[in-house]
């Protein structure tokens, strides 16, 4: 079983900065990805961004040149930062982990923290 907590979450407003960490435990084993969706109210849960163990990253449109995910492969851990930040990003952010490194793939995902951004 695998844990994924998550935090850095709050409330900022527009314009700023904030950034997530997601720190994974159990029974990790090899990880094929780790990465950050995230959900507003009435909306469909969306991909943020995603990075690979060989460090390719991906980047949903809305947050190119703004966000910047990072990840310590030792630690099992990822991080969000988040520049730049816009009224529309306001959303619960997932951390989500990938394994094994292969598919068949099963998904982790952590319990969620809120990140809203005042106009």
């Known amino acids: 079983q695998v844990h994924l907590v998550e935090s850095g979450g709050g409330l900022v407003q527009s314009g700023g900065s904030l950034r997530l960490s997601c720190a994974a435990s159990?029974?990790?084993?090899?990880?094929?990805?780790m990465g950050w969706y995230r959900q507003a109210p009435g909306n469909s849960r969306e991909l943020v961004a995603s990075?690979?163990?060989?460090?390719?990253?991906s980047y949903a449109e809305s947050v190119k040149g703004r966000f910047t995910i990072s990840r310590d492969n030792a630690k099992n851990t990822v991080d969000l930062q988040m520049n730049s930040l816009k009224p529309e990003d306001t959303a619960v952010y997932y951390c989500?982990?990938?394994?094994?490194?292969?598919?068949?793939?099963?998904?982790?995902w952590g319990q969620g923290t809120q990140v809203t951004v005042s106009s």
């Open positions: 990075i690979t163990s060989g460090g390719d990253t």
């Open positions: 159990g029974s990790v084993g090899s990880i094929n990805a």
């Open positions: 989500y982990l990938r394994t094994p490194a292969w598919a068949p793939w099963y998904d982790y």
